[in-house]
T-cell receptor, first 111, second 112 residues
Framework: GQQVMQIPQYQHVQEGEDFTTYCNSS?????IQWYKQRPGGHPVFLIQ?????EVKKQKRLTFQFGEAKKNSSLHITATQTTDVGTYFC???????????FGKGTKLTVNP | NAGVTQTPKFQVLKTGQSMTLQCAQD?????MSWYRQDPGMGLRLIHY???????DQGEVPNGYNVSRSTTEDFPLRLLSAAPSQTSVYFC???????????FGQGTRLTVV
């Protein structure tokens, strides 16, 4: 079945350092989404990427979708304590409504 | 517009008991799903539904039943709770293709 692998599982950084999480799918995706879950909360949608090679930015966050539409990354520049949480990627295969999530990357930021 | 409403927020069950986790959405979304979240395991899909009257199994369906009699509601039933079902459960809904998923607040279930 469709699998979405995400690394690293955990990342601890000093405030101001950069952070990147990577997502890889075993199959070509029709789109990929990114979510953030704050401690004790529920996943909240951040962004969706649809086109091959697409790059989108949200302030300090940069999202990329690979040319083959099998991988994606989320990069945070100059992390802040408000970035703490678990970041999930979620992929959809063409023709399917099912959304498959990666295991997530838990980010902690030391002030 | 409440979005996705999950109840209860917390529940403690004894082994062998049954219960139903409720999920309702008011966005007229066709697709609804249930996930469980365990430490280090991410969000694992239990069951999903692409519309009223249609359900299908996800990655970890054993021990759980679902039904979808209306577009709005997608309850998750535990027929005979086991300690391995201790987890945080999330219901999510989304519209047609290329839309975001909206999650409920989650149900923290403990089976003793």
């Amino acid at each position: 079945g469709q699998q979405v692998m995400q690394i690293p599982q955990y990342q601890h950084v000093q405030e101001g350092e950069d952070f990147t999480t990577y997502c890889n799918s075993s199959t070509t995706l029709s789109n990929i989404q990114w979510y953030k879950q704050r401690p004790g909360g529920h996943p909240v949608f951040l962004i969706q990427l649809v086109k091959s090679g697409e790059v989108k930015k949200q302030k300090r966050l940069t999202f990329q979708f690979g040319e083959a539409k099998k991988n994606s990354s989320l990069h945070i520049t100059a992390t802040q304590t408000t970035d703490v949480g678990t970041y999930f990627c979620a992929g959809r295969k063409g023709g399917s409504e099912k959304l498959v999530f990666g295991k997530g990357t838990k980010l902690t930021v030391n002030p | 517009n409440a979005g996705v409403t999950q109840t209860p927020k917390f529940q403690v069950l004894k082994t062998g008991q049954s219960m139903t986790l409720q999920c309702a959405q008011d966005m007229n979304h066709e697709y609804m799903s249930w996930y469980r979240q365990d430490p280090g395991m991410g969000l694992r899909l239990i069951h999903y539904s692409v519309g009223a009257g249609i359900t299908d199994q996800g990655e970890v369906p054993n021990g759980y039943n679902v039904s979808r009699s209306t577009t709005e509601d997608f309850p998750l039933r535990l027929l005979s709770a086991a300690p391995s079902q201790t987890s945080v459960y999330f219901c999510a809904s989304l519209g047609r293709k290329n839309t975001e998923a909206f999650f409920g607040q989650g149900t923290r279930l403990t089976v003793v």
